[in-house]
């Protein structure tokens, strides 16, 4: 199976380049797997380019978990990571599947500056 770049993933969730999209489209007819980094590439561009919501993003995320032709990296974990960030969207997705990737591997606690990510299960304010 195909891997993707972050680019290709933007242009499926954003769909504002037609030719791109297309081509993107069909690059993932046949499946395409989706590694943690392009995912959480991807959320920092439609949070900082796109200006997405967090409501949005996650949306876009559930979508990506029930698209046909992609398969995420870990999809249960994404899944976790996207619970948790629902519940908890000031944290951010990246920190969110950071500390369920860290949990899943038997580490812990995550350490952290930060505030909030400290205060989560799991995760301990340094």
Request: contains cysteine.
């Amino acid at each position: 199976m195909r891997a993707i770049d972050t680019n290709v993933l933007v242009r499926l969730i954003a769909r504002d380049e037609p030719g791109q999209v297309a081509r993107a489209e069909a690059g993932v007819e046949k499946g395409a797997w989706v590694s943690h980094l392009v995912l959480v590439e991807a959320v920092c561009v439609l949070d900082s380019v796109y200006g997405l919501s967090s409501k949005q993003i996650a949306l876009a995320i559930d979508m990506l978990l029930d698209h046909a032709q992609l398969s995420l990296q870990d999809s249960h974990l994404v899944r976790r990571a996207l619970n948790l960030y629902r519940a908890h969207p000031r944290i951010g997705f990246s920190d969110c599947l950071i500390l369920e990737v860290a949990r899943q591997q038997g580490h812990g606690p995550l350490a952290t500056f930060d505030r909030r990510l400290g205060e989560m299960d799991g995760a301990e304010r340094l």
